[in-house]
């Protein structure tokens, strides 16, 4: 299963922010939409993504002074990216040894969508128990032999 099939599930809904604005406004927009990330934009360009985690550890910094920091301050500037051609299985690992919840999807240098853990491990149990319904029914439908027609 490769990245398409999920964008193609979810859609390629994005929520962007430009790095100049407040944490405070990228904040309220997150809350809003309930989102956990923002990609960061500028001029079509991705810079960046802004997820809870930076806007916590940001807090944790600035203290109370926070959300008057600039996104670009506390955004992750150098994120993980995938092809709508990589494989779950990839991806996985990609979330896994960098700790990304959320990876943009480029094609070039083109922003696609955003792919998040939870919709890869949706995606994944979806697919199980697709393929759980399938062996049941294989199993349930097997050939009897001839001497167990006869009992």
């Known amino acids: ?25 990228a904040c ?5 939409k309930d989102i956990g990330s923002l990609i960061v934009v500028e001029h079509d360009d991705l810079m960046g993504v802004l997820t809870f985690r930076e806007v916590m550890a940001t807090a944790v910094k ?23 051609e990589t494989d779950i ?3 996985r690992r990609m979330m896994l040894q960098s700790h990304a919840r959320y990876i943009p999807v480029m094609d070039k240098r083109m922003l696609l969508g955003v792919i998040s ?11 199980q128990n697709f393929e759980n319904k399938l062996l049941k029914a294989y199993i349930r439908d097997w050939p009897q032999k001839q001497s167990d027609r006869a009992s």
Request: hydrophobic share 45%; with cysteine; aromatic share 4%.
């Open 1 to 25: 299963m490769k990245v398409t099939d999920i964008l193609r599930v979810k859609g390629h809904e994005l929520y962007t922010i430009s790095p100049d604005e407040s944490l405070a406004t």
């Open 28 to 32: 309220a927009l997150m809350a809003e």
């Open 62 to 84: 600035k203290g109370s002074a926070f959300g008057a920091v600039r996104v670009r301050t506390a955004m992750e500037d150098q994120p993980v990216t995938c092809t709508l």
């Open 89 to 91: 299985d990839e991806v």
């Open 117 to 127: 853990l939870y919709d890869v491990a949706k995606t994944v149990v979806d697919a």
